[in-house]
């Protein structure tokens, strides 16, 4: 019989050789024999095996072929995505030949042709394979997911938590060149940003930069077991692993760090803000304890930082790139306790969202949701039962087929909309040119008038960026005073005993952490609710302001528009912070400033950048791991605050509750997340951008005018060539 009982053992039911014996009442020498014989397991032998496991006979006799069966799906639209890349980095290697050609041209057509080549570069990212990141307690089966789906045994899996690493599962079609045949590359994030961009290690320079060790499978367990040689003596963060494998023709997995790994903190932190690296989560929990104690914070966390890819235009369903599993469903008897097990744990999590959460995000967002959308994203799994699988599989491969479309159709208008501004510019540009050959005297007019207008323009963007850093810091304060008096009303023993008795909470284990939960839930959320808020004065502050110095820009004939000098000069290429609100309502000129700094940073998956739903995702989760670690520590507290009895007992356990706050030092942590929000938004803003950005005016003005009717000849045709490049 051909059956791999030790697979079966380690891999499906996480047992030891010990463990195993003993529920199937034999010797483990009987076991170990059976293992190391497996062509003499007789069909009574199977038969005694499904009924100590659970597993029917039917699926041990097909257990072989079915952990060998890769997933796979339509990959059609993903080619055609592949070819929007290639053609855009065709693009882009064309216009750095014209470039060097013409290295001796003018200082007008230089700036043009690098703004083309930061449009085109910063386009690049975008077009890629969503990833899909795996999240959840230690033992839960995350690798164990991941290596059925792409079909082989690759990940470490096991019921002891061993991954340390961010583990990105990729396609060999995507491994750079001159790695060879190494599968595995160990990396650390020494660029100093807050993770490695796996997108960039093509290039061999960031490459060397990132790279610690690359080679075969075993480099792997090295670095990311725990048994491994320097899983803690080294600063690793990363692991590529290059596989052929159907799915990933499809998107890239990530495996992260378990969370509660009680001998690594790191890895919690790993776990919450790698995360924020993937565009479709799949959130597991075991079935047999579904959504218990910590899996609500994590979960929590999680739904209130997902960066949503549907949108009003594209008919994706609410919530659908986040998968919420119950791995291990087979050790749960029957289809109905499955289906209450996912009915209960998506309650218990609503139960302890903070009051209107729902209508909150939908405001926010500018998209609806309800909890109903919530719960269908629950789903069971099994390695070992399609039946228990078939229809997260089904619904997580349906996605992926139908992603590319989206971001080819997204990123391709995007694109476009950013290269027809630049077209309608080079337009512009050579009007001017041919007018000032035929009044040769206009272009140096032009200039000393600009000229005399600097002083002007210096002394508005001074007090424009004054008075918007006085605005910001206003609102920082603003925003932490209702935090602290909010927290200072909801944090008290009164406000705490009427959400024990409007939300029914007995004195048992369960209900108070749920109460705890309910209450950090509602801490994060007001701080959320704060961020949108003032991140929205912020908007109308500045469209009003702005709006303001250009209308006097043209009263006075002064040639600036100040609105795009700022925009085009905003610094915060990891966040906008409050600023995020701002570029969302731009449109087409948003869209255009931010691809040639840094596309993606306000869209995932190629969606159009800007709207309420992206500008969201900056905000959730302010605190971000912090929050989760606050809120266990707090549980760890109340857990050793011994047991409450007596009528007085919701009393006793708020004020329990509230001391345990004050230790963890809640409030001054939320209140330092918010501090840091407006910091990054404060940050984002060049002081001297304004300034910038006419001086530059400027010494294109200047140069024009000391141009000669050949030079502008010359200039005209450089730039009817170079409008060639932005057909795409």
């Given at each position: ?6 697979y079966?053992?380690e ?10 014996a003993?529920?199937m ?5 009987t076991?170990?024999r ?7 397991l007789?069909l009574e032998?199977l ?13 041990i006799?097909n ?10 799906g ?5 080619e055609k ?7 855009t980095?065709a693009?882009l ?6 470039m060097?050609?013409?290295?001796n041209?003018s ?6 042709a690098d703004?083309?080549?930061k ?6 990212p ?8 795996f999240?959840?307690n230690s ?6 997911l ?9 990940l ?7 991954t ?9 079609e ?9 599968s595995v590359?160990?990396l650390?994030?020494r660029?100093g ?10 290039d061999e320079?960031?490459f060397?930069?990132?790279?610690i ?9 090295k670095?990311g077991?725990?048994?491994?040689e320097?899983?803690m003596?080294t600063?690793?963060?990363a692991a590529v ?7 990933l ?6 495996d ?6 009680s001998d ?6 790993q ?14 929990s ?7 104690g910590n899996d609500?914070?994590?979960?929590k ?13 594209n008919g994706f369903?609410?919530?659908s790139?986040?998968f ?12 109905e306790?499955?289906r ?17 959460y729902w209508?909150s995000?939908?405001?926010q ?13 629950f ?9 228990l ?21 997204n ?9 027809s501004?630049?077209?309608r ?18 272009a140096?007019?032009?200039y000393?008038?600009?000229l005399?207008?600097?002083?002007e ?11 918007l850093?006085t605005?910001?810091?206003?609102y ?16 008290s023993?009164?406000?705490?005993v009427?959400v ?29 609710d704060?961020?949108?808020l ?7 502050y500045?469209?009003?302001e702005l ?12 040639n ?15 966040t ?7 570029i ?8 255009y ?16 950048v800007g ?13 971000g791991?912090i ?5 266990i520590?707090?549980l ?8 409450l ?10 004020d329990?509750?509230?001391d ?8 001054q942590?939320?209140?330092?997340g ?23 005016h ?16 010359i200039?005209?045709?450089?730039f009817?060539t170079?409008?060639?490049?932005l057909?795409?």
């Amino acid at each position: 019989m051909d059956f791999d009982l030790k697979y079966f053992r380690e891999k499906v039911l996480n047992m030891t050789q010990a463990e195993f014996a003993d529920v199937m009442g034999k010797s483990q020498n009987t076991v170990s024999r059976w293992e190391k014989e497996p062509q003499n397991l007789t069909l009574e032998v199977l038969a005694e095996i499904s009924a100590n496991t659970g597993f029917s006979l039917g699926d041990i006799l097909n257990f072989k072929s079915k952990i060998h069966d890769p997933w796979k799906g339509e990959v059609s639209e993903m080619e055609k995505l592949r070819a929007l890349k290639s053609d855009t980095n065709a693009k882009l290697t064309q216009l750095k030949d014209y470039m060097a050609v013409n290295s001796n041209s003018s200082q007008i057509h230089k700036n043009y042709a690098d703004k083309l080549k930061k449009i085109y570069e910063n386009t690049l990212p975008s077009i890629r394979k969503p990833r899909v990141g795996f999240l959840g307690n230690s033992d839960v089966g995350k690798s164990t997911l991941i290596n059925a789906m792409i079909g082989q045994d690759v990940l470490p899996a096991g019921w002891t938590p061993i991954t340390s690493l961010l583990i990105y599962v990729v396609h060999t079609e995507d491994r750079p060149d001159f790695l060879g045949d190494d599968s595995v590359v160990i990396l650390s994030n020494r660029s100093g940003n807050k993770s490695v961009d796996i997108e960039q290690l093509h290039d061999e320079n960031y490459f060397e930069q990132c790279s610690i060790e690359s080679g075969g499978i075993n480099v792997l367990e090295k670095y990311g077991s725990r048994e491994g040689e320097y899983y803690m003596n080294t600063d690793a963060t990363a692991a590529v692993v290059y596989i052929e494998a159907p799915l990933l023709k499809l998107c890239t997995l990530l495996d992260l760090p378990g969370f509660a790994t009680s001998d690594n903190p790191k890895d919690d932190i790993q776990a919450a803000e790698g995360k924020n690296n993937a565009d479709i989560l799949v959130y597991m929990s075991l079935a047999n304890g579904f959504m218990r104690g910590n899996d609500i914070s994590y979960l929590k966390e999680v739904l209130d930082s997902l960066n949503p890819i549907e949108t009003k235009q594209n008919g994706f369903e609410p919530l659908s790139n986040l998968f919420v599993v119950a791995s291990q469903a087979h050790v749960v008897a029957g289809k109905e306790e499955l289906r209450n097990i996912l009915e209960k744990g998506a309650e218990r999590m609503d139960s302890v969202l903070p009051e209107n959460y729902w209508v909150s995000k939908s405001q926010q967002s500018g998209l609806s949701y309800e909890y109903l959308d919530f719960s269908k994203r629950f789903f069971t799994y099994s390695r070992d039962d399609s039946e228990l699988s078939n229809s997260f599989k089904e619904d997580f491969i349906s996605l992926l087929e139908k992603i590319p479309k989206m971001v080819h159709t997204n990123t391709f208008d995007v694109l476009q909309s950013s290269l027809s501004v630049v077209d309608r510019e080079v337009s512009n540009e050579l009007d001017s040119f041919r007018k000032y050959i035929e009044d040769k005297e206009s272009a140096a007019h032009d200039y000393h008038v600009l000229l005399g207008q600097k002083d002007e323009v210096y002394k508005n963007s001074l007090e424009f960026i004054k008075k918007l850093e006085t605005e910001i810091e206003l609102y920082k304060v603003k925003s932490i005073d209702e935090f602290k008096d909010f927290y200072d009303r909801t944090i008290s023993t009164e406000s705490i005993v009427k959400v024990i008795n409007r939300k029914g909470f007995k004195n048992r284990k369960k209900d108070k952490e749920e109460l705890q939960n309910y209450l950090n839930n509602t801490l994060v959320q007001k701080s959320n609710d704060l961020c949108v808020l003032y991140s929205n004065k912020l908007r109308d502050y500045l469209d009003k302001e702005l709006n303001k110095l250009n209308i006097s820009a043209e009263a006075s004939k002064i040639n600036f528009d100040y609105q795009k000098a700022f925009i085009t000069g905003l610094a915060g290429l990891g966040t906008y912070g409050a600023l995020a609100f701002y570029i969302g309502t731009l449109g087409n000129l948003g869209g255009y400033i931010v691809v040639a700094q840094a596309v993606g940073l306000l869209s995932s998956l190629g969606i159009s950048v800007g709207g309420g739903a992206a500008a969201t995702s900056f905000v959730a989760g302010i605190g971000g791991p912090i929050t989760i670690v606050l809120g266990i520590s707090i549980l760890i507290m109340l857990a050793t605050a011994g047991i409450l009895s007596g009528r007085n007992w919701k009393e006793k356990f708020a004020d329990s509750l509230i001391d345990a706050y004050k230790k963890a030092e809640a409030r001054q942590k939320y209140c330092t997340g918010l501090e840091k929000w407006w910091a990054e938004t404060a940050t984002a803003v060049n002081k001297n951008t304004m300034a910038e950005e006419y001086e530059k005016h400027l010494q294109e003005a200047e140069e024009k005018a000391n141009l000669d009717d050949t030079d502008y000849e010359i200039l005209i045709s450089e730039f009817q060539t170079f409008r060639s490049l932005l057909i795409h």
